[in-house]
């Protein structure tokens, strides 16, 4: 038997038991714990498909339990992260307030159009199309990490506005589904590192860098360093579809 076969799974699946953990916590309403297991979840989903490919052990089931580990990690964690928040916040005392505390189970469904889509289209094997469903779940547990561990924040602020999170929560959901193109971080042999998709590569990550000092330098959460990332990341890619010429 060989065993080696078995290591990507066992990896994807401990992604899955991540996210099923941090749901639990985002009820018990320790988002700081569910974040670190979202973290700990976008650690395995990348660990396994490159485990995949060192040992040779690319199967269509380990694909299906990708997306459906993905799911959980980044579709329903994230969700029950937000309205969490918002229930905190709105509370759920008549209808109207229910149904917008119940704004952000929309990212679950759009995570799960957006990994079926993903899984189906040709047009992304080498980047994306549409936010990525771990890059939307990160932004959303960093907020709720950052809005927990500091009270006393301008985004605490911005969370207990009455329309923020269910507006939120839309925008992420349309941008999981859009056409827009967006860059990975896949660096290859054989790019042309002078490409522009490989110039907004070094850019983002520069500027991310740049952040992360920043951030640590005023004495911030380090989960804010998650807020700005993904936030840079989804700006740089409308600058380049805005000025990128139509075919």
């Not at 199309?129 to 927990?148: Q, S």
């Not at 009455?162 to 959901?173: C, E, G, Q, T, W």
Request: hydrophobic share 50%; net charge positive; proline share 4%.
């Amino acid at each position: 038997m060989r065993i080696a076969k078995y290591i990507p799974n066992t990896v994807t699946s401990l992604n899955l038991l991540s996210g099923i953990i941090g749901v639990t916590y985002a009820f018990e309403g320790r988002p700081d714990i569910a974040f670190f297991l979202m973290i700990a979840a976008s650690l395995f989903d990348f660990c396994d498909g490159l485990l995949a490919r060192i040992l040779n052990a690319k199967s269509e089931i380990g694909k299906e339990l990708d997306s459906l580990s993905d799911m959980v990690s980044f579709g329903v964690l994230p969700s029950f992260l937000l309205n969490r928040m918002a229930v905190s916040h709105l509370g759920t005392g008549n209808l109207p307030d229910t149904i917008l505390c119940a704004t952000p189970f929309l990212i679950a469904v759009f995570s799960a159009l957006r990994l079926a889509k993903f899984n189906t289209d040709e047009r992304q094997t080498e980047n994306f199309i549409g936010l990525a469903t771990p890059a939307c779940a990160l932004l959303c547990g960093a907020l709720a990490h950052y809005v927990y561990t500091t009270p006393d924040s301008f985004l605490v602020g911005w969370a207990q506005s009455r329309y923020a999170i269910p507006v939120f929560s839309v925008i992420l959901s349309a941008l999981l589904v859009c056409e827009m193109p967006m860059f990975s971080l896949k660096f290859k042999k054989g790019q042309n590192k002078n490409s522009i998709t490989n110039k907004l590569r070094i850019c983002f990550l520069t500027l991310c860098a740049a952040s992360a000092l920043l951030t640590f330098l005023v004495g911030q959460k380090f989960s804010l360093i998650f807020i700005l990332s993904v936030l840079i990341y989804v700006i740089i890619n409308v600058i380049n579809l805005i000025a990128t010429p139509r075919k």
